[in-house]
């Protein structure tokens, strides 16, 4: 059983930071593609980034792109999303995501990732 357990949200500034991290656990996941994905209310979930867990290989939303940062701990089998200059509209429920992945490709739509985690929601406050 494929278990996906975020964790770190909470409410921050204009401008402040974050960490969230997603535990994984039920399989190996050093063939696996790690996605992070974000619901506003009204609107539809979007992609933020991901990362193949074997190389470490990133792709980031524009939107997102040299604000958040995507890093893994093997040995935890964890991964990470910094966030950092976060602003309202990064206001969301964040989830991570991972699909097997034998070799890296761009997964940005969330029917592309099989297992998920129940979501952690992140407030940024003007």
């Known amino acids: 059983q494929v278990q996906l357990t975020e964790s770190g949200g909470g409410w921050v500034h204009t401008g402040g930071s974050l960490r969230l991290s997603c535990a994984a656990s039920g399989r190996a996941f050093s063939r696996s593609t790690m996605g992070w994905f974000r619901q506003a209310p009204g609107k539809e979930r979007e992609f933020v980034g991901a990362?193949?867990?074997?190389?470490?290989?990133?792709d980031y939303a524009d939107s997102v792109k040299g604000r958040f940062t995507i890093s893994k701990d093997n040995a935890k089998n964890t991964v990470y999303l910094q966030m950092n200059s976060l602003k309202p509209e990064d206001t969301a429920v964040y989830y991570c995501?991972?699909?097997?992945?034998?070799?890296?490709?761009?997964?940005?739509?969330?029917?592309?990732?099989?297992?998920w985690g129940q979501g952690t929601q992140v407030t940024v406050s003007s």
């Open positions: 990362c193949n867990w074997g190389a470490g290989t990133t």
């Open positions: 995501a991972a699909t097997p992945s034998f070799r890296w490709s761009r997964r940005r739509l969330s029917d592309e990732y099989v297992y």
